[in-house]
């Protein structure tokens, strides 16, 4: 990735605090080196990252001083994924499985939807924060958001509804258009995050690192899809809803005052499944498969029908495509 | 349920087809379909798909095999009110101008589907009888850009027939439910149109 000079770039010192450490360039184009780490090096002997853990209790030392998640051996990695676990266990009681597999060689993911399908019936809404382990209410987040257009308007988001009400869909006159992370191949969420908590994997998902996030959401407001999406709470999920087939850059339960978004099911798809919005969709909407693959359907959409990207003059370039079937 | 698959007879040919790939088989189905270059296949090191097709909607009680009563009766091909299947005829919206039931019921064989040719096909084939008119749908289908699949998106997979969405006699799309028939999950089409899932929260109505 090439630092993208159309975008604001947070340098300054007067700038609000984005990243712990100000004056830092939050851009690294090679290896990680990030600002959080660098102001954990410098801290690490004196008393700050004592005060650091002693003023908020959810902090563990450890956590704080660990390398970025694309540094760890494997046997870090092996430590921190039974962290995850152990902190799963005295959070919801429950056994869960966190796996961090890598992507696969020659695998990119591609996804399709097609409009003239799609009935906003918002079961994908739903199975979404059923597989991903998302706050139910208080704070309520979704990572799906279907949106309600006007077929005269178009593809028109001064009238967009997100917040329809129906007894019966589609309405007349109306089309759905559900907007998600779209998983941009240049994505500015990732080049305004001052820690580098977020990045784009190989197989194209761009993935959290929540504990490595501060929460800052200079992503969020550098994403224009509003695909992001932060919790003010501690993520509301009871114990019996808890997925416990997770993956350390997905589902696993976030901690509180943290970004999150859709992964493409990452603990899913890396296992070869559907991701949950596609299985759950009822009128098959929604398409998924490796872009690489000239046999999958996805390849077949983009070869046969009318796609187009969302927001294309943004030139985030995603792998998220819509599509028209008839 | 309006319309009616076999029971017992069907389950059987399910899962007999079930092992076949259903790719190849579709594509046997279509008489004008290029068979798939072998070369090309040689090329990707893993295996094609496997699909499996999906379990078919069951038929109304004591409906199949249709023989059960036709067997017995004269064969009268003459175009007329039928008022023992008036729950097929009262919903029936599939150009009901131009075509009746033995457009695609079969006149001497009542447990089969019958193409354009006169050429009989089975029940759990019927996307062959489809696609002679919706070729476009057929073929979307058939590569899985119409329709609906569940399972791996590069391993085994499930597809759905036209009938686990469009009821035949009243096809526009409605909805589609899951049902579980002779101890197997399905999905069958409604006829009544699907209501949303709750609405999100306005950000007002969030507690912070
Ligand atoms: S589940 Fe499918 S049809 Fe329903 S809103 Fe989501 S994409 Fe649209
Ligand atoms: S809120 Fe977003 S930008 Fe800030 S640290 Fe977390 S991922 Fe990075």
Redesign the interface.
């Known amino acids: 990735m090439t630092p993208n000079k159309s975008l604001p770039v947070v340098t300054d010192a007067d700038a609000p605090p984005a990243s712990p450490r100000d004056g830092v360039d939050p851009i690294g184009d090679g290896p990680l080196d990030p600002a959080r780490r660098a102001f954990l090096r410098t801290a690490a002997a004196g008393t700050a990252v004592a005060a650091l853990a002693s003023c908020s209790s959810g902090v563990d030392m450890e956590d704080f001083l660990r390398k970025h998640f694309k540094e760890l051996s494997p046997d870090e990695l092996k430590k921190v994924l039974a962290k995850v676990e152990k902190r799963n266990q005295e959070r919801f009681g429950k056994k869960t499985t966190v796996s961090a597999k890598g992507p696969q060689p020659g695998v990119e993911y591609g996804y399709g939807l097609d409009i003239s399908r799609c009935v906003g019936c918002r079961r994908c809404v739903y199975a979404c924060v059923k597989e991903n382990n998302q706050s139910r209410t208080e704070p309520q987040i979704h990572w799906i958001q279907v949106l309600e257009m006007d077929k005269e308007h178009g593809v028109d988001l001064a009238h967009a509804d997100l917040y329809y009400e129906a007894d019966a869909v589609p309405r007349p006159g109306k089309f759905y258009f559900p907007v998600q992370c779209q998983q941009c191949r240049n994505p500015p969420c990732v080049k305004a995050c001052p820690t580098q908590a977020t990045w784009k994997e190989q197989d194209g998902i761009v993935v959290i690192d929540y504990d490595w996030c501060i929460g800052c959401r200079c992503c969020m407001s550098a994403c224009p899809y509003g695909a992001r999406h932060f919790n003010w709470a501690t993520p509301n999920l009871p114990a019996e809803e808890l997925n416990p087939d997770q993956h350390y850059l997905g589902n696993r339960p976030r901690p509180k005052g943290v970004v999150e978004k859709c992964t493409f099911c990452i603990q899913r798809v890396r296992e070869g499944r559907y991701t949950a919005c596609v299985e759950v969709c009822p009128v098959g909407a929604r398409k998924f498969g490796n872009l690489l693959d000239p046999e999958s359907e996805i390849r077949k959409v983009m070869e046969t029908k009318r796609v187009f990207v969302f927001k294309e003059e943004l030139a985030t370039h995603p792998q998220f495509y819509y599509f028209y079937a008839t | 349920m309006g319309y009616v698959r076999p029971r017992m007879g069907a389950l059987a040919v399910v899962a007999a087809l079930a092992v076949v790939p259903g790719w190849a088989r579709a594509a046997e189905a279509a008489p004008g379909a290029t068979p798939k270059a072998p070369a090309?296949k040689a090329t990707?090191p893993e295996a094609?798909?496997v699909l499996v097709q999906a379990e078919a909607p069951p038929f109304s009680e004591g409906i199949y095999p249709c023989s059960a009563c036709h067997a017995g009766m004269p064969k009268n091909g003459t175009r007329r009110e039928l008022v023992f299947h008036d729950e097929q005829q009262s919903i029936f919206d599939h150009g009901a101008d131009q075509r009746w039931c033995l457009d695609c019921h079969d006149l001497q064989n009542r447990d089969v589907l019958r193409l354009a040719n006169g050429a009989p096909v089975p029940f759990t084939e019927s996307y062959r009888l489809c696609g002679q008119c919706h070729g476009d749908k057929y073929r979307?289908w058939r590569?899985?850009?119409?329709?609906?699949?569940?399972?791996?998106?590069?391993?085994e997979?499930t597809y759905?027939l036209c009938v686990n969405?469009h009821n035949p006699h009243s096809p526009r799309?409605k909805?589609?439910q899951e049902i579980v028939s002779g101890g197997k999950k399905t999905v069958a089409p409604t006829l009544?149109?699907?209501?949303?899932?709750?609405?999100?929260?306005?950000p007002e109505e969030?507690?912070?």
């Open positions: 090309a990707r094609k798909p979307d590569v899985g850009v119409h329709g609906k699949r569940v399972g791996h998106w590069n391993g997979k759905f969405c799309f909805g589609v009544t149109y699907l209501k949303p899932e709750p609405r999100p929260k306005r969030q507690r912070r």
